[in-house]
């Protein structure tokens, strides 16, 4: 067994090298979009399935508490955790509507929605994004493989954050380290350095 777990760990480790020539320039200017949000009053709305929906709990975990410094907490909600109301929706309306009618209701102009999709083809994760862009909020997509039928809806104002894998754990194992990431420079842009 070991050989099969030291060929996991190896690609992960060679995803990641791939993603550290590529992601860069997408994570920073993730990072100043969720940060001018912040500073002009918005709240970042994060939204996924399955592992994505952990990524987004966990995204908006860091924020309202805290990541690794002492800070105030940050405006930000995982449409992912409201059982009730994500029931509701699904029983009334679509699954597909789930988070859209969320961000329809919470989403404020300039705000950012964290839109969390492995494949890029998630439906309601689709339809937040047009949610979004009707509430003129901005995005930043997390996805993987060829950005599926997200890339495509992003207004050039949006940022997608394009894992270069097929692979649905190594993407979300990237994922992880680009939310931790973002946590680092929101922190960072706006408390400073920390001595």
Sequence with gaps: MQPRIQHMFQA??????????VLPPAIENASLMMVSSLLNE??????????SAGDAQHFSSEMLNRFERERPSLPAIALTTDSS???SIANDYSYEEVFSKQIRALGQA??????????????NVV???HAAH?????VVALTGRDGGQIAPLLLPDDVEIRVP???????????LLVIHSLCDLIDHQLFGSEE
């Design 110 to 123: 300039g705000d950012v929605l964290l839109a969390i999709s492995t494949s890029g083809n998630s439906a």
């Design 165 to 175: 894998s097929n692979v649905t754990a190594r993407v979300q194992e990237v994922h």
């Design 127 to 129: 339809q937040a994004i």
């Design 42 to 51: 918005g709240k970042i709305l994060a939204c996924g399935n399955g592992g």
């Design 85 to 87: 109301t994500i029931t």
């Design 134 to 138: 009707d509430r003129n909020m901005h």
């Design 12 to 21: 992960s480790i060679e995803t990641k090298q791939n993603a550290l020539t």
